[in-house]
C-alpha cells in the first residue's frame, strides 16, 4: 500500500490516548494509564478503556475520523455503567441475553461465566440498542433461569439472530472454510459448527482470532500413506497458525492467537514446535491422522 493511501498508524503516537483522556475529561472523569494499555477513567465509578481494541478499530478508519470513534466508544462505556439497566423482570431481560465469547483472562470472578476452550470463556451478556454488558453472577443469581439453563437461551438467541456468513478460500494451497459476521458472538457459533460444516473422526483445525472470525479446516485425509497425510496436516497447521496471528493483531476484538483442535464438539489447544525449519505435529494429534482409515 502506497504511503498517500496508507492508513495511520494508532499505535505510532499519543493521539487516541490524548482524546480519550480529552472524553473522558469532559464526562467528569480523571484519567490515567496503567499496565495492559488500558485506561482507568476514574469518577463516581472506575471504567477501563481497551486502548488495544480502540487502536485496532482506529486502524480501519481515517485520521480525521479518530475524535468520533473515541466520543462514541468513550461515552458507550460510561453509559453502560451510569445508567444501568433494571434486569429485574426476568420476562423482559431474557430476549436481551446472549452468550458471548472473551479471553480467559477477563473473569474477574464476578461475571457469569463458564470455560469454553483453552483460554477462552463464554459469558452471559445483556445486548442493548445503545451497549452490550456482562451478567453478574448476583443478577444471575436473581433470576428463576441460572447455570447451564441460563447459557442455553443465550446460545439460543444468539443463533436466532442469524447464521455467520460462510466463505470457502484457499490459503496457500490449504482449503479452510471462514465463518464470519459483524456480530459481537461470531465465536460462540463454534458451539454449533457441525451445522455450518461436515466434519468426520478426524476432526478439524479451528482458529477464533477475534470476535468476528472462524477459520476451519476440515480434516479428511483421503489418500497416500502417514507420510503424505502428515505432511498435509503440517502445511495446514503451519497456514492456520499464521492467519490466528494475524487476525488476533489486527482485531477489533482480539479473542486468541491460538490453534485448536475441534474434535466430537471439544475444543482442544494444537500446540506444535519447530525442530530448525520443520513443524513437529503433538503425538495424539499424528496417531489419529494416521491410525484412522481414510475417508470415501
Not at 499496565?35 to 481515517?62: H, K, N, S, W, Y
Not at 455503567?81 to 429485574?88: A, H, T, V
Amino acid at each position: 500500500m502506497s504511503g498517500r493511501h496508507a492508513r495511520p498508524d494508532p499505535w505510532a503516537d499519543g493521539t487516541l490516548d490524548s482524546l480519550v483522556v480529552l472524553v473522558g475529561e469532559s464526562l467528569g472523569y480523571a484519567c490515567r494509564t496503567v499496565p495492559g494499555d488500558i485506561i482507568l477513567l476514574e469518577g463516581i465509578c472506575t471504567l477501563p478503556v481497551d486502548m488495544r481494541l480502540l487502536r485496532q478499530l482506529a486502524r480501519r478508519l481515517p485520521r480525521d475520523d479518530w475524535p468520533a470513534l473515541v466520543s462514541d466508544h468513550v461515552t458507550t462505556v460510561v453509559g453502560a455503567i451510569e445508567e444501568p439497566l433494571d434486569l429485574s423482570d426476568f420476562d423482559l431481560t431474557q430476549h436481551l441475553l446472549r452468550t458471548r465469547i472473551y479471553p480467559a483472562e477477563n473473569d474477574n470472578g464476578v461475571m457469569a461465566a463458564r470455560p469454553f476452550a483453552p483460554g477462552l470463556i463464554e459469558a452471559v451478556v445483556v445486548d442493548t440498542p445503545t451497549a452490550v454488558r456482562t451478567v453478574t453472577v448476583e443478577e444471575m443469581n436473581g433470576w428463576p433461569v441460572s447455570g447451564d439453563s441460563l447459557f442455553m437461551l443465550g446460545r439460543a438467541n444468539v443463533r436466532a439472530d442469524g447464521a455467520l456468513q460462510h466463505d470457502e478460500q484457499d490459503l496457500r494451497g490449504v482449503r479452510v472454510s471462514v465463518l464470519h459476521g459483524w456480530t459481537f458472538y461470531a465465536v460462540t457459533h463454534l458451539a454449533w459448527l457441525e451445522e455450518y460444516l461436515q466434519i468426520g473422526p478426524h476432526g478439524a483445525l479451528v482458529v477464533a482470532p477475534n470476535r468476528g472470525l472462524i477459520v476451519v479446516h476440515v480434516l479428511r485425509p483421503h489418500e497416500g500413506g502417514p507420510r503424505a497425510r502428515y505432511r498435509a496436516a503440517a502445511a495446514a497447521v503451519r497456514e492456520l497458525e499464521a492467519q490466528a496471528l494475524r487476525a488476533y493483531e489486527e482485531g477489533p476484538g482480539s479473542l486468541s492467537p491460538h490453534l485448536y483442535w475441534w474434535r466430537a464438539g471439544e475444543l482442544s489447544l494444537l500446540e506444535s514446535r519447530y525442530e530448525d525449519d520443520t513443524i513437529v505435529l503433538p503425538g495424539d494429534f499424528t496417531s489419529v491422522l494416521t491410525t484412522l482409515p481414510a475417508e470415501p
